[in-house]
């Protein structure tokens, strides 16, 4: 199920449902002062990966995604722990086409990131015995700014509790799952340069296989990648060099 198709189910729910005035943010009582924040953040990161994936300075990219990624889920932390924001529309306005250069970032930022792009994650830490997948910094960034960007068309159209009640949604629902998976990758990189221990051979660990071995870790072949060859080139050096 797409996250507008799911949300359209979920938003009819709500509607179905009575809730009290208190929940239901419209221009009246919307706290224009968090909106507007949210917004901000929401704007900075959109922004800041955009210029990331141009590769014009390719040697601070995994420090400045690090640092975006962190702000950006300070917001979804914020949008988390609110109460459930409710539109003031029942149905979805129409935000026009969706941009047409998310294909482009995403490549951008994959040959920025390449040979760290690929990682391994555990897709929900509550299900039991669950193997690590294959995934891709790019992919994850790429995903997060489309959905962004969808709630960004409603808050320039004045529709400022529908783009809240979207950044939630996707929030919960998609984009803080792939920013919290990007940035565990993207401090466990530092944390490998910074501390000087070297990065398991990166070869065989691909999206397009599982990332399970035989006795359910990651295959890893013999030698290793060291961080400082890869810390160098993407602006991070190991410790007391």
Known sequence: MSDITQADSTRAGLA??????????????????????IADQVESFILAVTEVAKGDEPASAV?????????????????????DIVPDERYEPDTGPEPDDVDALREGLARLL???????????PYVPRQAPVACRISDDMADVVTDLRHGMAHYRAGRTSE?????????????GTSASAALRALQSLIA??????????LDGLDTDSGAAGDDGELEREAGAVMAA?????????????
């Open 63 to 83: 420090p400045y995604l690090l640092l975006e990624v962190s702000q950006l889920l300070l917001a979804g932390g914020r949008l988390g722990a609110h109460e």
């Open 16 to 37: 179905q449902a009575p809730r009290p005035e208190a929940h239901r943010l419209s221009a009246a009582a919307a706290p224009d002062d968090f909106a507007v924040q």
């Open 192 to 201: 490998h340069v910074r501390l000087d221990t070297p990065l398991g051979e």
């Open 229 to 241: 060859e890869i810390g160098v080139p993407l602006g991070i050096k190991p410790n007391g060099s």
């Open 114 to 124: 390449d040979p760290v792009d690929v990682y391994s994650e555990v897709f929900d």
């Open 163 to 175: 783009a809240l009640w979207w950044w939630q949604f996707s929030y919960l629902s998609n984009w």
